[in-house]
């Protein structure tokens, strides 16, 4: 075996791979998280000299069992088997390789692809696979020497030296025990299983070296080969089932044969020769695996003419009583006349009798048929050609598959058991829309020829409504799933980014930013002067906001940074209400420019609807669309609504379309604004927010001056790039440094969002102190001194020698923005109804010099307690109030 090199950096380390990062201990003591790339894993083992290959990956979460990206819902080596796909993938193992070009070509078109590690004599390695407690039983009392060792979900690799020779797989050498040597790989850390468990280093190849491969496992090795020599050649024995049978796969798909074809030809195969016969489904998993790769491609001037080809095949089935040939000539079988064929199957079954199935044999050349009208060989000027005028069942599968593999890279979607499609709209904004059956017949017609076969041949024609509508109507499709759409690169759940546009299969995210959006690079590891100044970017954004209170500025970070981090958060996230005394003071504003930074655009808007049943339609409206931020404007009456208190705490929301007896079920991963003067939550809703509150503390806060941004918005959506770029890199410096976490208020149901949100603030230093501590109080009001204090209403008298009785206030303001009702002044109805709409109210009171005054709280509490004095003891705070100026 070749002398492996260490791991460069990584030696003296403890390693293992996961996704997306590498967890690394060193001398046990000290554990971190270093930001690494599962193409800097395949490098690492290039460098040693080993061949590495892409593998399918499996997509775990969502609440949904882990499924491969392969796009077979039914595959049974999730994340295990070779990578194929248009676009320069491997055609086998035999494609391995240790170039450093290669390699870093295939992560980077497919960045989450797991990792093979090619076995055999050209790499030196021996694997043995030991599984479950079968497995460890198999080889119980058989000398182990120490080497590397990999622990898997359910067993563990153990690597050795190739011994000398060559030496084929063996699957099933031991009950459990499996040998990947010649023509076999195996899944390398840096890995995931479709458990979720990542493929670890338990002996990691620097801290023990490669061990010869025990005398015993040699031995049985060469019995196991010298056994299957010994089979008389029309039987396949155990050990050689799969080589064999893959073999035979793979000259059917060379020759053009379909996934259908092939699997009735192996089915037909493994029952007829293989003792004992695999199971079906290791049938079924060859028959995809190998279906995978593209058939040969042909020259029709070439090739002889099919009846020749048969002739040759019959004449060779009459002198070896063979039936293998007759599986590999399908694709030949398929294309003679019926009356060809029925006199071919005639001959053939005079030369075998029972050792050809008839049945399996009619279904190959079925599959075979129609491959050739779909696949490959049935295309006309590049186009999939489907025959119509047969069953429904059969132009309607076939016509989903012609969509299928249209859609790469994917446009096609599935979302809330609906099929939808990604579509901008006339302002370039990104649109989810459910595919009707115009839309799925125009894109058939586009990506396939319909013909009807006639008398005189083929007449082309369109597709009919029937068959779109049988697909339609299948409700499983095996299309990607899509979360929503993101209009600016946000984060994964492991740090990584989200950045080229189009779907990204990690996160089920579909990127659509707006034409002309640049975004500058973000750094992996961000150094302190370059998240200084990516902070200084962000607090320019928000530095002429007059915050009350720095807990007000520490939570406006937060409602920024959340539709950046909203992609990695699994859980729900809480509502940010904006708040001010009176208008004017730049709530709509704030979160105008919160929509512009997400979106480029103003974000989805609605007033808030008085009752509750129309809370849910806008909701379900919303969300349906794929919206990611939407805004509440104006809020001026309390807010409760239950609809949107259990929205606020989904991660899918669930309604009746209007109009229909039909369920949608979108996934909600919006981020929700409010905004409103003094605003008051009522039922649910106020702990499932967070409050951000505004005050200019002057009568008319619209015609403040003095601004360093004067036209804040067309300066936010002229540095939008900018400011994106500043916020990916707080949020990744946080995802470098370990995602440390801070101390700050608990925020049940919101855990997951506060602790991300809230340690990613600690990078701001003085702006992270405050975060979450100013918040509703369970009564609707803010829950912090200020909020406390805040008194109900502000006047004065008018004329402070003559302050009136205290049955009718006397003070009115003049020029004010406050509105006291028909008479304009302030009086008492007022004052109890709604003393929410008063708090913090500025007002301009007209003094003996003309100035504006502002009434103190002491003075303006006086008032009001007169007020509820001179109304008489109608109420328990108007008694209490009477009983104490009765003591005075």
């Known amino acids: 075996m070749r002398r492996a090199r260490p791991l460069g950096a990584l030696r003296r380390f403890s390693t293992c791979w996961q996704a997306g990062t590498m967890r690394t201990a060193l001398s046990g003591s000290l554990t971190m998280e270093m930001p690494e790339s599962r193409v800097a894993c395949a490098l690492a083992y290039a460098e040693r ?17 882990a499924h491969c990206t392969c796009g077979d819902p039914a595959c049974s080596s999730v994340g295990k088997h070779l990578l194929s796909r248009p ?12 170039d450093p070009e290669t390699i870093g070509r295939w992560w980077q078109q497919w960045p989450y692809a797991n990792i093979g590690i090619a076995c055999g004599p050209d790499t030196g390695l021996l694997v043995l696979d030991i599984d479950g407690v079968e497995g460890r039983g198999s080889v119980e009392g058989q000398h182990l020497p120490p080497t590397p060792c990999v622990r898997t979900a359910n067993g563990s690799h153990y690597y050795y030296v190739h011994p000398a020779g060559e030496s084929k797989n063996a699957v099933g050498l031991l009950p459990g025990v499996d040998v990947r040597a010649a023509g076999g790989y195996v899944v390398a850390p840096g890995s995931t299983h479709a458990t979720g468990h990542s493929y670890e280093w338990a002996v990691s190849p620097d801290d023990a070296p490669f061990a010869e491969c025990p005398q015993w496992l040699v031995q049985l090795l060469r019995s196991s080969e010298h056994r299957q020599q010994d089979v008389p050649g029309d039987r396949v024995p155990e050990g050689q089932r799969n080589d064999t ?25 493994n029952a007829e020769r293989c003792d004992p016969p695999l199971p079906a489904a290791e049938v079924d998993r060859i028959a995809r695996s190998v279906s995978r790769y593209a058939p040969e491609p042909t020259d029709a001037g070439a090739s002889p003419p099919p009846g020749d080809h048969v002739e040759q095949l019959v004449g060779r089935v009459v002198q070896t009583h063979d039936p293998q040939p007759v599986w590999q000539a399908v694709p030949a079988l398929a294309r003679l006349t019926r009356t060809q064929y029925g006199s071919v199957k005639q001959r053939l079954t005079e030369a075998l009798r029972d050792r050809l199935n008839l049945n399996d044999l009619d279904a190959a050349v079925r599959e ?23 069953q429904l069942r059969e132009v309607a599968d076939e016509a989903l598959g012609v969509l299928v593999r249209a859609n790469e890279p994917p446009e096609l979607f599935v979302r809330s058991g609906a099929l939808v499609g990604v579509a901008p709209d006339e302002r370039h904004r990104p649109v989810i829309y459910e595919v009707g059956v115009d839309e799925l017949r125009a894109r058939l017609a586009r990506v396939a020829d319909f013909v009807r076969q006639t008398g005189n041949g083929e007449r082309d024609a369109n597709p009919p409504e029937e068959v779109v509508r049988s697909v339609l109507a299948a409700h499983r499709w095996p299309f990607p799933a899509l979360e929503t759409v993101v209009e600016m690169p946000v984060l994964r759940p492991d740090g990584s980014l989200v950045s080229e546009h189009g779907y990204d299969p990690s ?44 807990a007000s500025e520490a939570n406006a970070l937060g409602l920024l940074l959340t539709p950046i981090v909203r992609p990695a958060i699994r859980g729900p996230i809480p509502i940010g209400l904006v708040d001010a005394p009176q208008a004017g003071t730049g709530k709509g504003l704030l979160a105008a420019c919160v929509a512009v930074v997400a979106t480029g655009r103003s974000a989805a808007m609605f007033p808030a609807p008085r009752d509750d049943d129309e809370w849910r339609k806008r909701i379900t409206a919303a969300l349906a669309s794929g919206a990611s931020v939407i805004l509440i404007d104006n809020l001026s009456l309390p807010l409760q609504a239950p609809s949107l208190a259990s929205a606020l705490t989904a991660e899918v929301w669930q309604d009746r379309v209007l109009g229909k007896s039909e369920t949608v079920v979108p996934p909600q991963r919006a981020t929700w604004i409010v905004t409103g003067n003094n605003i008051t939550l009522r039922g649910d809703l106020p702990r499932r927010c967070y409050w951000i509150r505004l005050d200019a503390a002057v009568p008319r806060p619209w015609q403040r001056e003095g601004f360093r941004h004067p036209d804040l918005l067309r300066w936010v959506l002229q540095s939008r790039g900018r400011l994106v770029s500043a916020l990916l890199t707080l949020a990744r410096a946080w995802f470098a440094a370990g995602q440390p976490r801070s101390d700050m208020p608990q925020m049940g149901s919101y855990e997951e969002w506060a602790g991300m949100v809230g340690g990613i603030l600690p990078w701001g230093q003085w702006l992270s102190r405050g975060f979450l501590e100013f918040h509703p109080s369970p009564d609707g009001g803010v829950d912090t001194p200020l909020g406390r204090g805040a008194v109900a209403a502000t006047w004065c008298p008018r004329n402070p020698e003559n302050p009136g009785t205290r049955r009718t206030p006397t003070s ?38 003309g100035d504006d005054l502002m009434a103190s709280d002491k003075q303006i509490e006086a008032n009001r307690q007169n007020a509820l004095a001179s109304t008489g003891p109608r109420t328990e705070e108007g008694k209490a109030i009477v009983a104490q100026n009765a003591l005075k």
């Not at 000299?49 to 069992?65: A, F, K, T, Y």
């Not at 075979?368 to 047969?390: F, K, M, S, Y």
């Not at 008063?838 to 010099?849: D, E, F, K, L, N």
């Open 87 to 98: 676009g320069g993938a491997p055609e086998g193992v035999h494609s391995a390789t240790a």
């Open 812 to 849: 009115r303001t003049a020029g004010s923005a406050v509105d006291f009702g028909r008479t304009g002044e302030p009086h008492t109805a007022c004052l109890r109804a709604r003393p929410q709409h008063w708090r913090r109210r500025q007002v301009c009171i007209p003094s003996g010099t």
């Open 49 to 65: 000299g080993w061949r590495v290959l892409p593998l399918w990956w499996p997509v775990i979460g969502n609440g949904q069992p």
């Open 368 to 390: 075979a048929r129609a491959e050739l009208r779909a696949g490959t060989n049935g295309r006309r000027d590049g186009q999939p050609l489907v025959v119509i005028g047969r």
């Open 245 to 269: 049978l893959t073999s035979l796969a793979g000259t059917m798909r060379r020759r053009g044969m379909g996934e259908a074809a092939i699997r009735a030809a192996l089915l037909a195969e």
């Open 507 to 550: 996160t089920r995210l579909y990127l659509a930013p707006k034409p002309d959006a640049e975004f500058p690079p973000v750094p992996d590891q961000a150094s302190r002067e370059e998240v200084q100044a990516a902070l200084a970017l962000v607090v320019e954004m928000i530095v002429d906001f007059p915050f009350v209170e720095q």
